[in-house]
């Protein structure tokens, strides 16, 4: 897997995104890990615990969650992963790649900085 | 269910958008992968064959379903891999070899000349043409450009370094050893080789089933994607 910074261009597309001022944006594309993740591929696994925040820049993944026979598919421009971070709970459910994938993540400290704030807006 | 997608000749992954969304929302495990020289997959210099890249996205027994280019994939590995094959779906699927009609090989012939002249796009626009319904929208019709261009992209810079390599004898004479559940689909609006084709393999694969889809080209998945979902749906419950 290769890891690069992702580009400002690349999360302007993320609706989430849309709101934060330039400068923000900018400096969460530097601490933003762009990841290659092939078809079929796990990116995370329920249970686990949950340090990482993504968003999908290309590609489909599904979303499962033991027990639940219903899966939901994520396209560009959906994110994923704020649930663990932000109630500091495992992670609550597994998603894997369906098709060639490209993702990008953040940390936690990132995530507490820059992103957490977005989510509480919507509350 | 796992289910594995295999896109056609003109297309990669993204054909199978609405079947990935249907699938996986009835609880089915799906990886629809580009095929080397498609979408995101580069090619690599030297003997390439799509049957093993197919078999290694697969841990185990699943479905397997392949459109045209990607059906006929999916036929060599029922036959070559029988272990990792539990269903078989062949949607407007391919033959290796068949004897083309005066007017296909007249499309054929256009696509070429037109690659030859360097005109990626155009040939991509003739290739939409050919082979999707007279009545397709424009975003059918776009997409299918789209997904064309990118695999000349991808693919004509290496032609010339890349041998694909099948199983012999091919599935085309082996139909009869096909042992598992076949679900055969085609357009009414498919090209009259892919129609015969379809009537041959329903014919030839014991106990096949053949469904026509109305007023499908021979991309199906997004052409009519409810009408391909629930027979989908309905064949892997």
Redesign the interface.
């Known amino acids: 897997m290769r890891h690069v910074p992702a580009t400002v261009h690349e999360l302007s597309r993320i609706g989430l995104l849309a709101g934060l001022p330039g400068e923000q944006l900018n400096k969460l594309a530097g601490r933003m890990a762009r990841e290659e993740v092939p078809a079929g591929a796990g990116v995370l696994e329920q249970g686990e615990p949950g340090d990482r925040f993504y968003v999908l820049l290309s590609g489909m993944l599904a979303v499962s969650q033991e027990g639940f026979g219903r899966r939901r598919v994520l396209r560009p421009g959906d994110y994923f992963g704020e649930v663990a971070l932000a109630m500091d709970i495992p992670r609550t459910a597994s998603v894997r790649a369906v098709t060639a994938a490209v993702v990008a993540s953040c940390d936690k400290a990132t995530f507490d900085e820059l992103l957490r704030p977005l989510f509480a807006e919507d509350e | 269910m796992d289910a594995l997608l295999l896109h056609a000749g003109i297309a990669d992954?993204?054909m199978?958008?609405p079947q990935?969304?249907a699938l996986?929302?009835?609880?089915h495990?799906?990886?629809?992968?580009?095929l080397p020289g498609y979408?995101?997959?580069a090619l690599e210099r030297g003997e390439l064959s799509y049957v093993d890249v197919a078999a290694s996205?697969l841990s185990g027994p699943a479905a397997v379903v392949g459109c045209s280019f990607g059906g006929r994939i999916a036929l060599e590995l029922a036959v070559d891999r029988p272990e990792l094959v539990e269903r078989l779906v062949l949607v407007g699927a391919g033959l290796g070899s068949w004897d083309w009609s005066e007017e296909t090989q007249a499309d054929f012939a256009e696509e070429e000349a037109l690659l030859e002249q360097g005109d990626l796009a155009g040939a991509a626009a003739q290739q939409a043409r050919m082979w999707l319904a007279p009545d397709a929208t424009v975003a059918a019709r776009e997409l299918t450009e789209a997904m064309t261009l990118r695999s000349y992209e991808q693919q004509l810079p290496m032609e010339e370094l890349v041998t694909a390599t099948w199983p012999q004898p091919p599935a085309a004479e082996r139909l009869a050893e096909i042992a598992v559940p076949t679900l055969v689909v085609v357009g009414t609006a498919d090209l009259a080789d892919i129609r015969a084709m379809a009537d041959r393999l329903a014919s030839h694969i014991p106990g096949a089933r053949l469904e026509r889809i109305e007023g499908a080209g021979h991309l199906p998945s997004f052409e009519r994607p409810d009408e391909l979902n629930r027979l989908l749906l309905d064949f892997l419950r």
């Open positions: 992954s993204r199978w958008a990935v969304e996986e929302a009835a609880g495990s799906v990886v629809a992968p580009d979408g995101d997959a996205h």
